[in-house]
């Protein structure tokens, strides 16, 4: 059993940057492709961004690239997206993911196993 916990949401101004950490435990995070994901209010859970086990494969929803980036520390067990001059759409919970799969389609929620509870991020003046 993978347990996953999200930290470093909260409020920020338009135009500014967050780091969203993901801690992994019950499993070497080097075994697991790691995904985010996220949900605004009344909208269903969309795909961010996704890394491979290894970290050399990255995959990013088209409208973020540029501004989010997706990376991990498998020696911390720990996946971070930082997010980078942010935007009130932006706001949403972000949820990270865990894939015991090698070959995972990112962007499917389904290919993941396991989920943390979320961290909210509010992007307003």
């Known amino acids: 059993q993978v347990q996953l916990v999200e930290s470093g949401g909260g409020l920020v101004q338009p135009g500014g940057s967050l780091r969203l950490s993901c801690a992994a435990s019950g499993r070497t995070l080097s075994s697991l492709t790691m995904g985010w994901f996220r949900q605004a209010p009344g909208k269903e859970r969309e795909f961010v961004s996704g890394i491979s086990a290894s970290g050399d494969s990255t995959k990013y929803v088209d409208s973020l690239t540029g501004r989010f980036t997706i990376s991990r520390d498998n020696a911390k067990n720990t996946v971070y997206l930082q997010m980078r001059s942010l935007k009130p759409e932006d706001t949403a919970v972000y949820y990270c993911?865990?894939?015991?799969?090698?070959?995972?389609?990112?962007?499917?929620?389904?290919?993941?196993?396991?989920w943390g509870q979320g961290t909210q991020v509010t992007v307003s003046s």
């Open positions: 993911a865990a894939s015991a799969n090698t070959f995972v389609i990112y962007s499917l929620r389904s290919a993941y196993d396991y």
